[in-house]
């Protein structure tokens, strides 16, 4: 029987959502409970119910969590699953980020603080530092932003195993196409406003995410201020702002097969964490950001709280499933590609990471 | 004549990690540091290693080791000297919220 698992990691804690039909859903948890759980992966691939864990204790530190039974049992390495190598003289701060590869069922990423790139060829049990960035001549200028200094998103690229593009805050957008031994910040078109001088330099931008769009070469990518489109690989980007409530916001969402759909949580301002107008909000464009639409039905108004750059997830059933989670610990869920939404989840601590995947 | 024993006392989550309460690590003719005694302690116990140090060898911000009661944080931290027959106690702090 297939079923729907929603994986929402927060402050203190893991918690999973079960649906065999995304209407009922039965919650467990906490696992890790008083530990952060700032990323979470899905594995799916070839059949595998695999869940990957980026757990940090506050006194017994950071780590990878594994379970192969869809969250229900954990394991770890012995060894330190994600580790600097001692000339690096950097201790690992947190995993934010773990991202399975598309073209080799093998590898993981995995994006950590400080600004770095880890490779697992074990399905994540151990990593390897990438050291085509860490050496990146541009890494010592790279700044942290108010979360910390991190490497916040892979995006790999299904087809093109020597592709792939890692953003980060503030440092930006950057690519390889040699699978990581070399790297090229590619930020041409995101203003970096923040900047006195040059508000479109080679770098530096604070990219908050970016999501992989269906269309040929599409790329999606929300910022601080501003919400850009590419259609090369992210070669360039244009803004899709226009018609959006704000372009602040930390999330953004691609359909998982339909080019152009995309969908963006707005928030207020960068000095006004909130929804605009308080209501709770998803911003849905089918025309690649060309006109935008408020999907709100369901998710409440008067609401003051904020959803973070990983508390929101698509799945990829039929229609599509979209999932936000909020700091003030909601996780909301549709099954309707947005068109209205049902509380999943409420009281949690501070939701920072949400995906969402079927399990066979 | 060999020399007494070190205990090495673990809190409630190592003690589950580990399947022990303590370790006993035997004491060198030399004097040993902190560094030493916990490199032969875990050297059986490799997921503790990484609880307690990150992998530049240096105690967790938030984990505390104690020397025969005293606070080895505020001695000469990982190369604090550990006498043959001391009780040794990590701890984990007191702080979070």
Redesign the interface.
Known sequence: MTETIVAIGTRKGLWLARSADRQEWSLEGPHFL?SEVASVAIDTREGRSNVLAGVK?????P?VQLSTDGGRTWT?S???AV??P?DT????ERVWQLTPDPNDPDVVWAGVEPHALFRSADRGATYELVRGLWDHPHRPTWEPGFGGGAVHTIVPEAGHPERLLVAMSAGGVYRSSDAGATWEPSNPGIRAYFMPDNEYPEYGQCVHKVARGQGEGELFAQNHKGVYRSGDNGATWDSIAEGLPTDFGFAILAHPRRPGVVWNVPVADDGERIPPGAQLQVQRSDDGGATWRMQADGLPSGSFTCVLRDAAAVDTGEPVGVYIGTRNGDVFASADEGESFTRIATQLPDVLVVRAAELS | MPLAPVRVILPG??RDLAGVSEIEVESPQQSQTVAELLDRAFSEH??L????R???G?I?R??KVFVNGEDATRAAGVATAVPAGARVHII??V??G
């Open positions: 008083m204790s506050w006194h017994w530190g780590t770890e012995a060894e330190r580790a600097f001692e003289d950097t201790a690992l | 989550l190592l490799r997921i290693d990484g609880k307690v990150d992998e530049r240096e967790r938030h984990v984990n702090a702080s979070g």
